[in-house]
């Protein structure tokens, strides 16, 4: 609920032109969507209907938020035009969100299938923030809808993103990079915050189209899928 609450504000926010707030909101959406699963697992409260709701929550906040602070912050000046294709998050949110729930119950991957939709929804967030921070506006819009695109069609893609790294003691040398790589990364939000944010995104999501290309050019494939992880389901 909590999640969905800031996706509404969110979008409340963005209509009134507050738009820094209205990104921060979806950031804190995407932390919310990160918490609950693993809180339910903690308390051991797991649930079908969790996992249900969970989505619809998604769809708010990671679908109709981006949308909505999208067309506000740009796209409502391009009239009919503008309207679809604002409308381009919510409904490539809603066909990954879909898509994830059909495989509830299937055993979860060391890895994402796909961009997760809270990070193509921060990934429009922190873009917002990023122009408004240096020009208090959005400056560069050709390049705002690029991204836009971009992480919609990742989302329903087949592409694999990396899951949070296991904090245990018992982990492998690659579960210690990714450690490291997320302190670092947090390292520099807490320093440079609106400054850092999208880079740093933007290097998380231009990882798995990289990744694709170097396997294909130095003739690799996939390889072997990593071990599931148990219980680990959630989407963001």
């Known amino acids: 609920m909590?999640?969905?609450?800031c996706g509404f504000y969110s979008a409340v926010l963005a209509s009134q032109g507050r738009f820094m707030v209205?990104?921060?909101?979806i950031v804190?959406?995407?932390?919310?969507?990160?918490?609950?699963?693993k809180l339910a697992r903690f308390t051991g409260s797991t649930s079908s209907f969790g996992e249900q709701y969970d989505s619809m929550a998604d769809v708010i906040s990671f679908g109709l938020a981006p949308s909505m602070l999208a067309y506000f912050v740009f796209f409502n000046v391009w009239g009919t035009t503008g309207v679809f294709l604002s409308f381009i998050p919510l409904v490539f949110a809603s066909i990954r969100l879909a898509r994830f729930n059909l495989r509830i119950g299937e055993s979860s991957p060391g890895y994402f299938e796909g961009l997760p939709s809270p990070s193509a929804a921060v990934a429009v967030a922190t873009?917002?923030?990023?122009?408004?921070?240096?020009?208090?506006?959005?400056?560069f819009s050709k390049v705002f809808l690029t991204v836009m695109v971009l992480v919609a069609l990742l989302m329903i893609s087949n592409i694999r993103y990396e899951k949070m790294p296991r904090f245990s003691i018992r982990s492998d040398r690659a579960n210690r990079i990714k450690i490291i790589m997320m302190v670092v990364s947090v390292t520099l939000l807490l320093l440079l915050q609106e400054i850092a944010f999208f880079p740093l995104v933007a290097g998380y999501i231009l990882w798995g189209p990289l990744r694709i290309l170097y396997l294909s050019l130095s003739g690799n494939g996939e390889g072997e899928d990593p071990e599931p992880e148990e219980g680990d389901r959630e989407e963001g």
């Open 28 to 37: 804190a959406a995407a932390i919310w969507d990160t918490l609950d699963g």
């Open 2 to 5: 909590a999640n969905m609450f």
């Open 22 to 25: 209205a990104s921060w909101l």
């Open 127 to 139: 873009f917002v923030m990023f122009n408004f921070e240096f020009w208090d506006k959005l400056r």
